[in-house]
């Protein structure tokens, strides 16, 4: 009897070690996957004690005791790609169904015909709303959505020029004439254009004109095209500039901003559009951070305003704390979601879906949902992949150890049926 119980241990061992090779074979196909996580099998001792034996009699072989999904790290690498995120640390994205979510480390997302940011089998990320007046995320995780996103028009209400002006500059003998664009330009000092915009995303060419008066002394002036403007109503044809506001400028001995005077404030409507009042930074007195006069030619070093037409969206970012950005072709961005992170009391009791995407089971636990870099969550990594945890070179040697595993219970098997065919000789 105790020759076919060692048939059946060797037996019990060649079961095993298969499996084992099956999840090895499994790993080692899955080394380039995503998001991937190995598995390792785990095996136990039978005992006769166990089946009603004597206890710390002969065992009866082996068996798999569990087959435990590893969730170590893996290599995250940078992919270029915007939709591509990683997770650096501890949790998982939530995908599909907002009222029973799954769950992934494979952050290879895309967008949908509907605008929904997917996984490549469909499922939906999911993320928390963020309120627009407290920039909180808000309610529970619903499907980011980038269809249609536009980012409406600002009228410009700041403008900013930093310049040299030439001490040294002409002086117009006739002064500053703004008749036509040509004549403001040819007597004015030096001239530069700044777009503006109107509350319809509209944009308007602001020609700002220095004209010197004197030692250390100028004037500004600012002008549009008549054609564009409806307030206040202009007294000459499309085509030639209105002026809108002016004023002097004075400088230090040492090249400073003395001080700007405003004779008339930029205050417009153009046309179809609502009115608005521009304000003029030209620097500090007492400093050369805006307007400066040194001898030498007219330099514009900055000119800046706060003012942007239509935008449409172009393009996503993903902060580390899972903010979500809209990019818009106005230059503009937007926060419209913060992605939402699960962790698990006991995350190697998921249940595998394939896919690389899990679902919660009684071994796992609930699932509890937060913010990223909250709680023990990780960060969000942009533009990267989280590749598979699988060593390819440990997998080799765990091939190894159970190729020769395998080799010594059939070496137990034909052990025991020679045996066995020598006691049938005997009786023979």
């Given amino acids: 009897m105790a020759i076919l119980g060692a048939l059946s241990i060797g037996r019990t061992g060649l079961i095993n070690q298969t499996a084992a090779l099956s999840v090895i074979g499994n790993n080692i ?9 190995g598995s390792r099998v785990e095996f136990a001792d039978l005992l006769s004690g166990a089946f009603g034996g004597t206890v710390g009699a002969i065992g009866l072989g082996s068996r798999i005791s569990n087959i435990r999904t590893t969730f170590d790290q893996g290599a995250i690498e940078a992919t270029g790609r915007e939709k591509d995120l990683a997770i650096q640390g501890e949790g998982f994205f939530l995908v599909g169904d907002p009222d029973a979510p799954q769950f992934t480390r494979a952050g290879n997302f895309s967008s949908d015909s509907n605008g929904n940011i997917v996984t490549n089998t469909g499922e939906a990320l999911l993320a928390f709303e963020v309120s627009p007046t407290t920039g909180a995320a808000v309610g529970r995780p619903v499907p980011i959505n980038i269809e249609g996103l536009s980012s409406q028009a600002q009228a410009t209400s700041n403008v900013s020029v930093a310049a040299n002006l ?9 002064g500053f004439d703004p008749t036509s664009f040509t004549t403001a330009f040819a007597t004015s000092t030096h001239a530069t254009t700044v777009t503006i915009f109107d509350s319809l995303g509209g944009a308007h060419n602001a020609s700002i004109f220095f004209t010197r ?6 004037t500004y002036d600012v002008g549009f095209d008549a054609g564009e403007v409806e307030s206040p109503a202009p007294s000459v044809s499309a085509g030639y500039p209105t002026i809108i506001g002016s004023g002097t400028i004075s400088f230090n001995t040492d090249g400073t901003l003395a001080g700007v005077t405003a004779s008339d404030p930029v205050a417009l409507t153009f046309t179809g559009a609502a009115a608005q009042t521009i ?6 007195v007492g400093d050369t951070d805006g307007l400066s006069q040194n001898s ?5 070093r900055s000119q800046t305003q706060d003012g942007y037409g239509i935008g449409d969206q172009v393009g996503l970012n993903f902060t580390e704390e899972g903010f979500v950005e809209a990019l818009f072709s106005n230059g503009q961005t937007r926060v419209i979601n913060q992605l939402a992170l699960a962790r698990f009391p006991n995350p190697e009791g998921l249940t595998s879906m394939g896919n690389q995407i899990y679902r919660t089971s009684v071994d796992s636990g609930e699932a509890v949902i937060d913010l990223p870099q909250s709680g023990g969550r990780g960060s969000i990594v942009s533009v990267s992949l989280e590749g598979s945890n699988v060593s390819i070179a440990q997998e080799f040697i765990n091939l190894i150890s159970t190729q020769r595993s395998f080799q010594a219970n059939t070496k137990v098997i034909t052990s025991g049926d020679q045996m066995l065919l020598e006691l049938i000789n005997i009786v023979r």
Avoid at 279 to 284: A, I, R
């Fill in 296 to 300: 030498g030619n007219f330099a514009l």
């Fill in 279 to 284: 304000s003029l930074d030209f620097g500090t």
């Fill in 166 to 174: 030439d001490s040294g500059g002409t002086i117009p003998s006739a």
């Fill in 213 to 218: 008066t004197g030692t250390n002394a100028w």
């Fill in 29 to 37: 196909s899955n080394v380039n996957t995503t998001g991937f996580k």
